[in-house]
């Protein structure tokens, strides 16, 4: 009875499935196959905001290769991964294991670690921009220590570290919550059994605590790495639209942003940049999808 | 499943073919474009980040224009400061510019390259001699035959610096530098006496100040840059020593307009180029800094102070041209240039209007001092700025004073990279 009724209402709405999937699709089709699609197809071309491009082959990627200031994002967005995704791996762990025990007040150091997920990345990169400024906070505590001022913001270097710290710092608290889960998770008897055995608090957390989240750490390791070569904001507030002192700061997505947009933009060119992102995106997560598999195995 | 293929493929083949199809035209757009029908219909106008502070006088020159031509309505769009140029590229990409759109030269040199700027020496040619010779011709863009917008409003502004600073390195704060050779002495004495702590600059140079420097920016036909020449080398070569000297900021390599006058607020840097405008903020941000503040004229070595222009772009596709046209020359008209020009520090480009008294006379006031005095230079102000000075050239050149500044590159060698990063992009424009 059953059986013969679903196939009336499938041989009467043959399109119902679609139908169901409609709104899911055209905002799918609309939002991401469209713009992905499209910046494929720019990227073979030479068009500009304003004038119909051409079918120019391989040629803006071979342009690619020559270009310095694609290398110096191409290195930008590289080290950003290298430093970033460590930190965001093994310091919300660190973080969720503090603020795990229930003692009186924990819920305010939760809240309070978690803050700077919820605030504003620009409000964010301009408070840093005032307290890493030549007169800024950190700098007259520096100076009226006697180490004198520093060049956070003029710096290269010193420029891209404080911005992998924003990152680092704005992401501490959204990793600390799925490692919290993750550890509600964690058997109390693996730990209670350790302790028997006589390991301390650091073979504990070696031994119980990292294998028993190691999947979670592959999950933030995935998704802070994807996040961090796609970084864009926090580099552009603090190294400001040039990209820092003679560019040198500039990342991949900066790039295709400068590159891409204003009614001289160079769409083809920057759509080129944003398929190389897209493609070392995805080497990204299967690079460690297969390290987590290696690991299993 | 046969319905799922079909559908699959279907969305692919429009994905593909879409964007390949999109965009827009390229040039002519004025062709056939005629202003002398009755101005009747429905237009949009859309200014820059004005509402905020404007709005009462703006819906007064609407309604003034919908009496004057009954049968018109004016729909008033205002977007921020903020990704102006980007608002316009997609508005212009999607076939959805206004009819009437407020711009810079930059802004419409690209749009009248695609054919999206109407050309008012062919259908508004009358209006040309209401406006300022220099203002009218600010909207022309090398390369193409015509003018594509009204000008609008002019503004130019003095030096300002901090009495108090001078006085403290020992320098006449009666005496502000005049010339660049007495800014770039000045500099060095504020950087020696503070220890480097105080900074005379807060950016690195721009190509209007190449311009003001005396440096050809263009050649004459305006299809190649050409400020790596001496003139400009040497510009280079005394903003170098600035540099070594803390006598430019150290962060002016990633400053912002928006940056250093926050730091010339704070007393962190001891002069900063301005308009009118800031006397308001100086007084209201900063009283201490308002009480000593010291004004003097802009430097130049050509005798021209550098101007920024805004303008009114007619959109070449546009339904209702002689709505559009008239509405455009209504709002840039001699009067409504003065009176909007009595409610904020900015000038009209009309001829004559700076011949008013209220340009001409002072009260006393510092606010009329600089009016009157920024008013007298307009009259032979430059715009130093190339039409075709793009916002990806600006960057590359920023980038390569950066190199010669931190002496990774000779100013020469800088300069020499710079030009030829403009022109590749000059020649990618089309």
Redesign the interface.
């Known amino acids: 009875m059953a059986s013969s009724t679903v196939s009336r209402v499938r041989r009467q709405l ?2 119902s499935p ?1 139908l169901f999937a409609a709104p899911g699709l055209l905002i799918t ?1 609309a939002f991401i ?2 713009p ?3 910046t494929l ?2 990227a073979f071309t ?7 491009g051409e079918f120019v082959g391989l040629a803006n990627f071979s342009e690619l290769l020559h270009d310095d200031m694609f290398w110096i994002g191409l290195r930008n967005s590289t080290l950003y991964v290298l430093v970033v995704v460590p930190a965001l791996v093994v310091l919300p762990l660190l973080l969720a294991l503090l603020v795990q025990k229930n003692i009186p007040g924990i819920t305010f150091f939760r809240s309070a670690f978690y803050t700077p997920v919820v605030a504003s990345i620009v409000v964010v990169g301009l408070i840093w921009v005032w307290l890493l ?3 800024g906070l950190v700098n007259s505590v520096l100076e009226a220590i006697g180490v004198g001022r520093v ?1 956070f ?2 710096d290269q270097w010193l ?1 891209l570290l404080s911005a992998m710290a924003v990152t680092v710092w704005k992401g501490l608290g959204y990793y600390m919550i799925i490692y919290l889960a993750a550890l509600a998770n964690v058997p109390r008897e693996l730990h209670e059994a350790a302790a028997v055995d006589g390991a301390g608090a650091v073979r504990r957390f070696l031994s119980v605590t990292v294998p028993a989240v190691r999947s979670t750490m592959v999950l933030v390791g995935a998704l802070s790495s994807v996040a961090a070569f796609k970084v864009f904001s926090e580099v552009y507030l603090m ?9 040198e700061d500039t990342t991949l997505v900066m790039l295709v942003q ?2 891409g ?6 769409v083809g060119y920057a759509s080129a940049i944003s398929v190389v992102v897209f493609v070392v995106t995805v080497a990204l997560m299967l690079l460690v999808l297969r390290a987590d598999r290696k690991d299993a195995s | 499943m046969p ?2 293929r079909r ?1 699959l493929a279907a ?2 083949a ?3 073919a ?3 199809s ?3 035209s ?1 040039g002519g757009g004025s062709a056939d474009a005629d202003a002398s029908g009755k101005v009747e219909g429905d237009i949009t106008f859309q200014t820059w980040n004005l509402r905020a502070n404007f709005k009462d006088y703006f819906e007064g020159v609407i309604a003034g224009f919908e009496k004057k031509y009954p049968g018109t309505k004016v729909k008033w769009i205002d977007q921020p400061a903020e990704g102006y ?2 608002k ?2 997609a508005d ?2 999607g076939g959805t510019l206004p009819d009437v759109v407020n711009v810079s030269p930059d ?1 419409v040199a ?2 009248a ?2 054919g ?1 700027a109407l050309d008012l020496d062919k259908v508004a040619a009358k209006y040309k001699k209401e406006y300022l010779d220099g203002a009218w011709a600010s909207h022309q863009v090398p390369g193409l035959q015509g003018t594509y917008a009204f000008p609008w409003y002019l503004n130019t502004g003095p030096l300002f610096y901090n009495k108090t600073l001078f006085k403290e390195a020992g320098l006449d704060p009666e005496q502000p530098p005049k010339t660049y050779d007495e800014v770039f002495d000045a500099a060095l004495t504020m950087a020696e006496k503070t220890d480097g702590k105080v900074a005379t600059l807060a950016n690195v140079p721009t190509i209007e100040d190449f311009g003001r420097y005396g440096v050809p920016l263009m050649n004459k036909e305006g299809t190649a840059f050409a400020f790596n020449d001496t003139k400009g080398v040497e510009l280079l070569t005394k903003y170098k020593e600035l540099y070594d000297a803390k006598a430019l ?3 002016a ?4 307009p928006e ?1 250093s006058g926050k730091k010339f607020l ?1 007393g ?1 840097v001891a002069m900063n180029p301005g308009s009118a405008l800031d006397l308001g903020n100086f007084k209201k941000q900063a009283p201490n800094l308002y009480k000593n503040i010291g004004i003097t004229d802009q430097i130049t070595s050509t005798g021209h102070v550098n101007m920024y222009v805004m303008g009114v772009m007619v959109n070449a596709q546009t339904k209702r041209t002689p709505a559009a046209v008239a509405f455009a020359h209504y709002v840039t008209d001699a009067e409504h240039q003065m009176s909007f020009a009595k409610k904020v520090a900015i000038f009209p480009s009309t001829a004559g209007s700076l011949d008013d008294p209220y340009f001409t006379k002072e009260d006393g006031t510092d606010e009329t001092r600089v009016r009157v005095a920024a008013a007298k230079s307009l009259k032979n102000a430059v715009n130093y700025t190339p039409v075709l000075f ?3 050239m600006k ?1 590359a050149l ?3 004073v ?2 010669a500044l ?1 002496g ?1 590159e000779s100013p020469k060698e800088a300069l020499d990279n710079a030009v030829e990063a403009c022109d590749r ?1 000059l020649r ?3």
């Open positions: 043959p399109s679609w089709g196959l469209y992905f699609v499209s197809v720019n030479d068009r500009r905001t304003l004038i119909p400024d030549e007169r060049g913001l003029s420029l190294a400001g639209p040039s990209g820092g002192p003679a560019g400068r590159t947009t204003g009614l001289t933009g160079r | 319905l799922s559908a969305a692919f429009v994905c593909v879409l964007p390949l999109a965009c827009g390229s140029a980007d316009i590229s212009a990409a802004l690209p749009l390259k695609a999206l900021d150290p962060q390599l990633t400053a912002t940056s704070t962190a793009s916002e990806q960057t920023r980038n390569e950066a190199k931190q990774k992009l990618q424009q089309g």
